[in-house]
């Protein structure tokens, strides 16, 4: 055998080693082996790592709006008007978020709160009432685009998803060791979790973008006396009332306060008068 003949034969030795090296299973740490055999396995490992991203769908916008109002009515019917509003909302598709009352008092006027999630189709119909009902003094909107947070969020939502549904169906091959299986029941449990909470963030961004936020607040009306010359006395008069049960309050405190010392003052001072009672006489008789 000449040199020729070994370098060639040396050669296909080489070539044969190196094919049968690239048939080795290729590992996913924790998870499961892809075999390198099949067609295009380096790209199916890759996709499997890193599952395309959904593409942006620019037709839809998702805008969260919401509107701030503030009403006046008078004083003795604010209560009124306020139960007169929740009854109204009883009849339309709304969801009341919070609602606060608070009477009126000798020191403030009565007030109430009330935060909605309003259906779009019924807004009108509650503006409506509103304008007919009452004094809308300020009525401010404001919005917030919220398009690129629900894309990104759908995204990983499908994402996650679809990583779930390969997990579940590598748990299914009898070729799976036991070790392979606890790691990906864990994974598994790993990723059910997150799409939980990302369930649960798409709700909040579905609420908050297809029904409308309306905040209202209600305030009582100022008499006409209090914007004048004649408000110090109006705020006098209101004040008053106040002003006479403190001073009752610090009386009766200051009485209380004084009793148990009575007990020892009352009888040193009749002590005293009658010693100085008995020397006066003395002086008398010896003069």
């Given at each position: ?6 370098l060639?034969f040396?050669i296909v030795f080489?070539l044969?080693?190196a094919?049968c090296?690239k048939?080795?299973?290729v590992q ?5 082996a892809?075999s390198?055999?099949s067609?295009?396995?380096e ?7 890193s599952?395309?991203l ?5 037709d ?6 919401g509107h701030?109002l503030?009403?006046e ?10 139960e007169?509003?929740?009854?109204f909302?009883k ?5 009341v ?24 189709g ?5 503006f409506g ?9 300020e009525?401010a909107?404001?919005s917030?685009d919220?398009t690129a947070e ?10 996650m998803?679809e ?6 169906s ?16 864990s994974?598994l449990?790993e990723?059910q979790?997150k799409?939980?909470?990302?369930v ?12 409308i ?6 305030r009582?009306?100022r008499?006409?006396?209090?914007s004048?010359?004649?408000a ?5 008069w209101?004040?008053s009332?106040?002003?006479?049960f403190?001073?009752l309050?610090v009386?009766?405190t200051?009485?209380?306060a004084?009793i ?7 009888p040193?001072?009749?002590?005293i008068?009658r ?5 006066s006489?003395r ?5």
């Amino acid at each position: 055998m000449n040199a020729k003949t070994c370098l060639t034969f040396l050669i296909v030795f080489f070539l044969l080693l190196a094919g049968c090296s690239k048939k080795k299973a290729v590992q996913i740490p924790g998870i499961a082996a892809i075999s390198a055999e099949s067609p295009n396995a380096e790209n199916r490992l890759v996709s499997y790592l890193s599952p395309p991203l959904i593409p942006p769908n620019a037709d839809r916008r998702f805008i969260a709006i919401g509107h701030r109002l503030v009403i006046e009515v008078p004083e003795s019917k604010l209560v009124e008007a306020y139960e007169s509003m929740l009854n109204f909302l009883k009849s339309i598709k709304c969801e009341v978020l919070s609602s606060s009352i608070n009477n009126q008092t000798p020191a403030s006027p009565p007030r109430g709160e009330l935060s909605l999630r309003v259906d779009p189709g019924d807004l009108d119909k509650l503006f409506g009432f509103l304008n007919k009902s009452v004094v809308v003094i300020e009525h401010a909107t404001e919005s917030e685009d919220k398009t690129a947070e629900v894309i990104d969020i759908e995204a990983h939502l499908k994402n996650m998803t679809e990583l779930r549904d390969r997990l579940r169906s590598l748990l299914g091959k009898s070729s799976a060791s036991v070790k392979d299986l606890v790691e990906l029941e864990s994974q598994l449990a790993e990723v059910q979790s997150k799409i939980d909470s990302i369930v649960t963030r798409r709700k909040v961004l579905a609420n908050e973008t297809e029904k409308i936020a309306v905040q209202i607040a209600f305030r009582a009306k100022r008499s006409m006396t209090r914007s004048g010359v004649f408000a110090p006395i109006a705020d006098a008069w209101d004040n008053s009332g106040s002003v006479l049960f403190e001073s009752l309050g610090v009386l009766i405190t200051f009485i209380f306060a004084v009793i148990p010392w009575l007990i020892l003052i009352i009888p040193a001072i009749w002590l005293i008068i009658r010693f100085f009672r008995r020397r006066s006489r003395r002086a008398k008789t010896s003069a």
